[in-house]
């Protein structure tokens, strides 16, 4: 958990960190999980990776990609190193102006590997050259020049959404040929979502389907197909992760939860605790530097 911890410590205002996490030696790890999604990508060393089941192998270049709450552990020689990359998705996805058919390729890949991904985690391996690059806009962005906050934030997301399209051209390349993204729908309910989160479920639903010009039920059923998750789960994990954003900012717990559609403070915290496994009075405690 220290890596977690470390997280906490160093936090910023943007929806991300990065750090690099030397691991100690391990017969088989400890088993965590987090309130944001993980991306790992190994450095150097090797070992193993334990999910659900499952064990992969970890070697140079290894990246594996683990969802919110979803559990794992790793063994690793006293030679690994793995740089982390922490993310609140939905929040990104929010940054990243959804709109717009010159992103659908990464926003394939991003949706694929973040929001899709519940119970089996995406693993991809990095060429010499793909690490080689990472490695080079993984050391700008941990010196970043001192800029002015505002300006900093821009600096570091820019930096930061190139790592994602290095992995996202590792993980589209070698089906360039017969691969054609068709998550225009998709996109277009997510960018309805976060025009409308504001307002109650209920009625983002039915906006929703008023602009879409689905049937409720229809609409749910392409939620579920390509999320894994109900539409108005999708509507209240979105609502969670973009709260954090106005806590960070220091809004009471009070007005987030109006501002986000739920009915009142007891509501909102109760969902909150329960999807991050973490209070919003504690969450705003740990993350927002005095």
Known sequence: ??????????????PFHMETYSYPVSDNGNFHSHEFFEIGIVLEGSGKHYVNQSVYSLKPGTVYFIPIGMSHALSADEHTRIENLYILPKIILDMLNLPGDSHLLFMDFFLTCILKNRSVPVHLQLKEDELYAFRQHSEIFSHSPGLLAPLLRIYQNNIFVNLLLLLCDNWIRPAVSSREPSLSRELRILQIIYENIQLPISQIIQCAAAKLELNPQYLNRIVKNSFHTPL???????????????????????????????????????????????????????????
């Open 1 to 14: 958990m220290e890596y977690k911890l470390s997280f906490v410590e160093q936090h910023t205002a943007l």
């Open 232 to 290: 108005s789960q999708l509507i209240l994990e979105t609502k969670l992760e973009k709260s954090c954003q106005f806590l960070e900012e220091n809004s009471t717990i009070t007005e987030t939860a109006l501002s986000l559609g739920f009915y009142d403070h007891s509501h909102y915290t109760r969902y909150f605790t329960r999807y991050f496994g973490i209070s919003p009075s504690s969450y705003q405690k740990k993350y927002i530097k005095v």
